[in-house]
C-alpha cells in the first residue's frame, strides 16, 4: 500500500514510518522542514513532500496513496500555554486536518484509508468516569480542540480512523524521558493526591495499534490508544519509582503545578479513566497490559544513573556494502568531529574481531584523554559493540546494528553512558555530554550520508 505519513520525524511517526517499510508499504512523507534535512532523519526512505497546516497538499503527494496516517501537531505539554500558543496547538490539528481532507477529496480519488491521530485530551476531566469510545466530550481547551479536530474528517467518504491517544511511555523521547532526571535524584513524587486516572500506552503498541487500524479492513471509527490497564497517577508513580530503584520524593501540589504551568497544568492533572473497548472487542493483541511491566521493559537498562542517546539512519546501500567501512578503525576517524581531535593509536590484532582492544587519543573540552575499548559481539553485516575500559566514563557501551530495508540499511546506534563522580558528575556533565554525543552523532549522520546516502 502506498501511504501518506504527516509528523514522520515525530516521536511516533518515525517508528510508524519504520514498521510501514518493514511491513512492505511503500511512504510518502509530508514535512515543513527542508526535505534534504528531513530526508536524513528518517530511519526509512520515503518520499518527501513539504507541506504545513496552512497549505494544500501536492496533488502529485496523493497520486496512488491508498492510505494515509495524519500525526503532525504543535506539541501540548512543552511549556506554559500562552495565547499565541494556544493559537498554534488548535491551527496545526484542526486547520491541518481541513487542508489534508480538502486536498483528498481534489485529488485523493485512491484513498481508501485515513487515519487521525487523535488524543484522550477529548474528554477533560472525567474524574471517575468511565470513557469508552462511546463517552461524551470533556470541558476545557484541549476537548474541545480535539472535538473540532476529529470534525474535519466526516467529510470523507473512505474508512476514517482516529486513534486517541494517551501517555505515550518511551525511553526515547517524551514525557518519560522528562520526568528521568527529577526521578534519578529521588524527587519525583505524585501529582495531587495521586488518585486521578493516568491513561499511558506503551510505544511499541501506540505504533502496532496504528498499523494494526490501517491494515484491518474492519476497524473504523474512534479507538481508545490506551493499554488496558486502569492506572491511577500514585500506581504510575510507585511503578516508575521501582523502575528506576529510587525512593519517592514529595508529592507535588496540585497548587503548585497551576503557579509552575499555568493552565497546561489542567493536562498534568486531569483524571481520564479510559477504556480501550473497541480495540480489544475488534481483537488487537497488546504487548503491555500493565504500567509496571511497561516501565520495566522502557528503563531496564538507565537504572543507576545509566544514560542512554539513541539514532536511526537509513542509507540506500546493502549491509555487505557498509559493513566494510567499519572493519577499519581508521574510518572512525572519519565519523567523529574535529572538536575532539581525535585520533586512533592502534589496534591488538590484525584485523578487528571479537575481543579486539583498540587505543584512542582525544581531547575533551581542551582536557587530553586516552581511550581504550573492547569489541564485543563482533557479528559482520549485523552488529557489534564497543565498550569502554579505560577514559572518561563511568560507562560507556555503544551498540551499533545493521538491519537489511528496503533495499538498503537502516543503522542504528545506542549508546549507554554513565558518568564518574555520582552525583557531581552527574549533575555537572550530564547536560554537556548529553549535547556533545548529540554533535557526535549529528556529524556521523552527515558524514554517513556524504559516504553512503546515494548510489
Known amino acids: 500500500m502506498r501511504i501518506l505519513l504527516t509528523g514522520a520525524t515525530g516521536l511516533i511517526g518515525q517508528n510508524v514510518g519504520r514498521e510501514l517499510v518493514r511491513r512492505g508499504h511503500e511512504v510518502v512523507v509530508l514535512a515543513r522542514g527542508d526535505r ?17 497546516h496552512e497549505d494544500s497538499v501536492p496533488a502529485e503527494a496523493l497520486q496512488r496513496v491508498e492510505g494515509l496516517i495524519h500525526l503532525a501537531g504543535e506539541p501540548v505539554a512543552e511549556g506554559r500555554w500562552s495565547d499565541e500558543r494556544k493559537q498554534r496547538i488548535r491551527d496545526t490539528r484542526v486547520l491541518g486536518t481541513r487542508s489534508l481532507v480538502k486536498s483528498v477529496l481534489q485529488h485523493g480519488k485512491s484513498l481508501k484509508v485515513f487515519l487521525l491521530g487523535s488524543a484522550v485530551g477529548l474528554y477533560g476531566d472525567a474524574g471517575e468516569r468511565e470513557c469508552d469510545e462511546s463517552a461524551a466530550c470533556g470541558e476545557g481547551f484541549l476537548a474541545q480542540v480535539c472535538k473540532d479536530w476529529e470534525a474535519e474528517i466526516e ?6 480512523i482516529a486513534v486517541r491517544t494517551g501517555v505515550v511511555l518511551s525511553s526515547r523521547g517524551g514525557a518519560l524521558v522528562k520526568m528521568l532526571p527529577i526521578y534519578r535524584e529521588h524527587l519525583g513524587g505524585r501529582l495531587g493526591d495521586g488518585q486521578s486516572f493516568f491513561p499511558w500506552i506503551h510505544l511499541d503498541d501506540e505504533v502496532g495499534l496504528i498499523l494494526w487500524a490501517i491494515e484491518n479492513q474492519n476497524v473504523q471509527g474512534v479507538i481508545n490508544g490506551v493499554a488496558p490497564a486502569e492506572t491511577r497517577q500514585a500506581e504510575f508513580h510507585e511503578e516508575l519509582c521501582r523502575a528506576l530503584d529510587v525512593r519517592s520524593g514529595p508529592p507535588v501540589p496540585a497548587v503548585g503545578l497551576k503557579i509552575l504551568w499555568g493552565e497546561m497544568a489542567s493536562v498534568l492533572l486531569a483524571s481520564q479513566r479510559v477504556i480501550p473497548r473497541r480495540a480489544l472487542e475488534l481483537g488487537y493483541q497488546f ?8 516501565l520495566q521493559d522502557l528503563l531496564r537498562d538507565l537504572r543507576g544513573r545509566t544514560h542512554e542517546m539513541f539514532a536511526e539512519q537509513w542509507v540506500p546501500r546493502t549491509p555487505d556494502e557498509i559493513f566494510p567501512f567499519f572493519c577499519d578503525e581508521k574510518n572512525l576517524e572519519t565519523l567523529t568531529p574535529p572538536f575532539l581531535n581525535f585520533s586512533v593509536l592502534g589496534k591488538s590484532t590484525a584485523e578487528i574481531g571479537q575481543g579486539t582492544l583498540i587505543d584512542y587519543r582525544l581531547s575533551l573540552h581542551g582536557l587530553p584523554l586516552g581511550w581504550r575499548t573492547r569489541i564485543e559481539d563482533w557479528v559482520p553485516g549485523v552488529k557489534f559493540v564497543d565498550t569502554q575500559l579505560k ?11 545493521f538491519e537489511p530495508l528496503a533495499g538498503g540499511t537502516l543503522m542504528r546506534d545506542r549508546v549507554l553512558f554513565r558518568l564518574p563522580l555520582g552525583f557531581l558528575g552527574d549533575w555537572g556533565g ?17 558524514k554517513v550520508d556524504e559516504l553512503f546516502g546515494s548510489r
Open 287 to 294: 504487548k503491555f497490559t500493565s504500567v509496571g511491566s511497561a
Open 430 to 446: 550530564r547536560w554537556k555530554v548529553a549535547q556533545d554525543v548529540g554533535q557526535i552523532f549529528a556529524y556521523r549522520r552527515k
Open 36 to 52: 534534504e534535512k528531513v530526508r536524513q532523519l528518517l530511519p526509512f526512505p520515503a518520499e518527501i513532500w513539504k507541506w504545513s
Open 155 to 160: 467529510p470523507l467518504t473512505c474508512r476514517k
Open 391 to 401: 577514559g572518561p566514563y563511568a560507562l560507556w557501551h555503544h551498540t551499533h546494528e
